[in-house]
C-alpha cells in the first residue's frame, strides 16, 4: 500500500486484528467515537490515514522511532541511495517472511 492512498475496510483490518475500536484508534491518537465516525465512512484525514497505516498494516511500534532514526534514514537516502534501495528491498523481504 503507498503512503496516503485511501484504505478501505477499516473495520474489517480492526477485527482481523482482534482489536476492539478503543484498542485500535488509541494507538494513533483518535478517540473510540472519532474512530466510529471513520468505519463508518466518514472522511479522514491523510495524517490519521498515514499513522493508521503505519501502526497497523506496517506494524511499526511508532514509540520505538525516534528523530535520530529520521535523520539517518534521510541522510542515508540521499547520501547512498543505491544502498538505502537495497536495505529497504530486504527490510520489505524479511518482514513477508515474518
Do not use: C
Not at 503512503?3 to 484508534?25: C, H, Y
Not at 490515514?49 to 497497523?56: A, G, I
Amino acid at each position: 500500500m503507498k503512503s496516503f492512498e485511501k484504505i478501505e475496510n477499516i473495520r474489517d483490518i480492526r477485527k482481523k486484528l482482534g482489536l476492539n475500536q478503543m484498542d485500535f484508534w488509541s494507538r494513533i491518537g483518535v478517540t473510540q467515537s472519532g474512530g466510529s465516525r471513520y468505519e463508518s465512512g466518514r472522511n479522514m484525514p491523510k495524517p490519521v490515514r498515514e499513522l493508521l497505516r503505519l501502526v497497523h498494516i506496517e506494524k511499526i511500534d511508532l514509540a520505538k522511532v525516534n528523530r535520530d532514526d529520521l535523520a539517518i534514514a534521510s541522510l542515508l537516502k540521499s547520501r547512498q541511495p543505491d544502498l538505502y534501495a537495497s536495505l529497504k528491498k530486504e527490510a520489505k523481504a524479511e518482514s513477508k517472511n515474518k
